[in-house]
């Protein structure tokens, strides 16, 4: 291991442990929690000490991007790869192929492009809906008030199996809020996990019912 490993295997432990007291302070099994260690823009000899680590969920924000570096890592037995970022329709056989769960189903086309993938392919990556709850023009996902509706249009015209929702609060906003109103949207709605929080709020999440909490720099350090 070379001497620059050091640093995400201090970071993961550390996200290890403050994972574990939320879910304490929450009265959660830690077993609820999934760590996606998101390893977009860092190499392989960067993501590969935390591999020897133990960790083994990682979230990617690119499907070219992971497509380059993930085939040399994947020996390690029980990697998963997530897709945390913006999906393209002319990604998707890429997407199904490559990733365990998509946390970013937020338009018709996209559910097209995925339903004829899953079908020809005969994969089933997790789906998650990404719910735009700031309502913020510049940031992809479903509207808050819309998504009941699409939630439903997933499930009865595209005949996607929806695993749960994902949500990015505004960077000026309270995150609490926000992850709230998407665990109001999961209920209602059957679903039962939540793809919510990144380093800086990952507890508020936990103890608001994140099920999969995306933590890049707080392991990896900053990019």
Not at 60 to 89: C, D, F, T, Y
Not at 126 to 150: M, R
Request: proline letters at 6%; one cysteine or more; aromatic letters at 4%.
């Amino acid at each position: 291991m070379t001497a620059g490993a050091t640093a995400p295997i201090d970071g993961l432990a550390s996200v290890e442990a403050e994972i574990a007291r939320a879910c304490r302070d929450a009265r959660r099994d830690r077993s609820s929690v999934t760590l996606v260690a998101v390893s977009k823009t860092f190499d392989a000899d960067a993501i590969a000490p935390v591999i020897e680590a133990g960790q083994r969920v990682f979230g990617e924000n690119r499907v070219q991007e992971a497509q380059r570096k993930w085939p040399a890592l994947m020996a390690a037995p029980g990697i998963a790869l997530h897709l945390i970022g913006p999906l393209q329709s002319n990604k998707a056989k890429e997407a199904v192929a490559l990733f365990d769960a998509i946390h970013s189903v937020d338009r018709p086309s996209i559910c097209e492009a995925l339903r004829k993938e899953i079908d020809r392919q005969n994969r089933r990556p997790d789906l998650f809906v990404q719910i735009n709850t700031g309502e913020e023009p510049q940031k992809a996902g479903v509207a808050p008030s819309d998504a009941d509706a699409f939630i439903a249009r997933c499930r009865d015209a595209y005949g996607l199996t929806i695993a749960g929702l994902m949500c990015i609060p505004p960077v000026d906003d309270a995150p609490a809020p926000h992850f709230a109103l998407t665990a109001k949207i999961a209920r209602r709605n059957g679903l039962t996990r939540l793809s919510m929080g990144m380093s800086a709020d990952f507890s508020v999440a936990i103890a608001l019912g994140a099920t999969h909490v995306r933590v890049g720099s707080a392991i990896f350090g900053a990019r």
